[in-house]
Structure formats: structure tokens, C-alpha cells
């Protein structure tokens, strides 16, 4: 078992090529599909593209999917808002009900929107209670799961190292946030995090306004960086700690951890987070549904 070491802004080398945990639809055409004529993908009817290439189909109910989430990435629906009904939304596309549901179904599949039984579909949102567990998978192994206790130990602005920048999709030197946060369980340490975030979506973003924030770090981001993050891919290993995690973990060094590099994407399959979590797992386990 080789031994973790830290990342930070001159040595980091994640690598996010592991399992997707959820997907999302990409946007399409910001027009109304039309039943003759061109489609909002930019193919005729028969699925034939009007430029030349090879032939695409997209069916219907997938376009109108993609116009919902154009307009979730535009900010005409915002996180927390109820959307149009069924009805409303088949009548501005001029599709059947049947159409909208089916699209609305695979939405509320990736998270991107939320059924309430007599209230309607609302734009899913960061900081609603069930939603803080979606990307921390981190499960105590007896009792149900608790919001862990945070404390942030670095939050600054640095040059992208070079991998940092390629996952991220930005220039190397570009500016980046990094922060490092300590999460413990009941007083006990458990997971030591590093975060890199593009400091052109994230201006603003201070220690200082982190430690004011209640609610889960991706709340923030949605709420006032305007940044919602839609899915994420992992790369999960086995590590033993060095000795600055194994201080901040309060362990010995060598112990056994799980090491979970993260990439998390927005609307358009945008990177916008990069994340490291060493987690101890001596009474926690990595927990994910898959379907």
C-alpha cells in the first residue's frame, strides 16, 4: 500500500477517470421542437442533418428535455422553484403531456428536478436536507448518518498547477481556489479534504464567508456563485496516511484510508470542482446506490 501524499498547489496530480456517480442531460436548440421542419437539434424530421454530416435522430422527448434544462441553466426556473406544470410545459412546446413527462421523469432520475406528491416539480436545489448525502457518500457503519462538523485550515488564492488546470479545464497558472477543511463526526476526525475551484467562478469566495455559512458548501455555491453542481466522477483508492494527514486525522502514519479524487461538473458538462477527501474508515464506509 503506497502512502497518500497531500495535494496542493505544486504537487497535486489527481485524476478523475473513475466512475460517474449521476449524469445530466445537455441543453439543445432554445426553440419549440416543431412537428414539421427542423428540430431544435438541427435535424429534419427523418433525422437527417441540414448541414451535411451523418445522419442523428434525437427523439422528441429527449429534445424537450434538453429545452428544460436550458432554461435550468439559464435561470429562468432557479434552485428551490416550482416549474411549470405538465400541462403548461406541453402547451409552450406544443408536444403531449406524455412527451413532457417522459423527459420531466429523467430529469427527476438525474437530480435536476424534484416530484412533491400535490405540489408539482421543483428545481432540485443543494440545500435541501436529503441532498447533502448525494456526494458525500461517507456512511457511519451503525446509526444513520449526521452532518459532519467542519474546520477550515487553508482558503487561498494560487496559481493552477499544470493537472490541477487540465482537470479543471484551465490554463496552467490560471487562479484557483484551494481550500483544505478538517470534517469530523461527533468530535472525532474523519475526512480531510482539499478543494480546487476556478477563481473566475468563484471570486469572492473567502474563509471568512465559508465559516458564516450554515448550510452545505454546495449550497453556497449555488446560491451566491450562481454554480450548481450536477454530477461528479470519482477515482477511489486505497492509501495509508503520511504524517501531516495522519496528525490532522489524529491516527498513527500508515493507517489505512480511502482516497476519493473527485471532479464535479455543472450544466454543459462544465468541470468546475476538483476535490481530494482522504477518508478514515475504521467506524464509516463508502456507501453508493447504483441503478
Request: charged share 20%; glycine share 10%.
Amino acid at each position: 500500500m503506497k502512502k497518500s501524499r497531500s495535494m496542493n498547489q505544486a504537487s497535486s496530480n489527481p485524476n478523475s477517470n473513475g466512475a460517474s456517480n449521476t449524469g445530466a442531460g445537455g441543453a439543445v436548440g432554445g426553440a419549440a421542437p416543431s412537428q414539421a421542419g427542423t428540430s431544435p437539434t438541427g435535424t429534419s424530421p427523418t433525422g437527417t442533418s441540414q448541414t451535411g454530416t451523418s445522419p442523428t435522430f434525437s427523439p422528441l422527448y429527449q429534445q424537450i428535455k434538453g429545452l428544460i434544462t436550458q432554461s435550468l441553466q439559464s435561470g429562468e426556473w432557479k434552485p428551490g422553484e416550482l416549474i411549470p406544470s405538465e400541462v403548461e410545459l406541453a402547451s409552450r412546446y406544443k408536444v403531449s403531456q406524455g412527451t413532457v413527462r417522459k423527459a420531466i421523469d429523467e430529469l427527476a432520475a438525474e437530480h435536476l428536478v424534484v416530484r412533491r406528491q400535490g405540489k408539482g416539480t421543483f428545481v432540485a436545489t443543494h440545500n435541501e436536507a436529503r441532498a447533502h448525502f448525494r456526494f458525500l457518500k461517507l456512511m457511519p457503519d451503525e446509526g444513520v448518518p449526521q452532518h459532519f462538523d467542519h474546520e477550515y485550515l487553508e482558503v487561498k488564492r494560487i496559481r493552477a498547477a499544470a493537472e490541477v488546470a487540465r482537470l479543471l479545464d484551465l490554463k496552467s497558472g490560471d487562479a484557483v481556489v484551494y481550500i483544505k477543511r478538517l470534517m469530523s463526526d461527533g468530535g472525532a476526525p474523519t475526512i480531510l479534504e482539499e478543494l480546487w475551484l476556478p477563481g473566475q467562478l468563484f471570486k469572492g469566495l473567502t474563509a471568512e464567508r465559508l465559516a458564516e455559512y450554515k448550510g452545505p458548501m454546495y449550497g453556497l455555491f449555488e446560491s451566491e456563485f450562481g454554480t450548481r453542481m450536477i454530477r461528479a466522477s470519482e477515482k477511489i483508492r486505497a492509501v495509508a496516511a503520511d504524517a501531516p494527514t495522519a496528525q490532522a486525522l489524529k491516527v498513527a502514519e500508515g493507517t489505512p484510508l480511502l482516497c476519493a479524487d473527485r471532479v464535479s461538473f455543472t450544466y454543459g458538462d462544465k468541470a468546475v470542482e476538483l476535490r481530494r477527501g482522504l477518508y478514515l474508515t475504521a467506524k464509516h464506509h463508502y456507501q453508493n446506490e447504483l441503478s
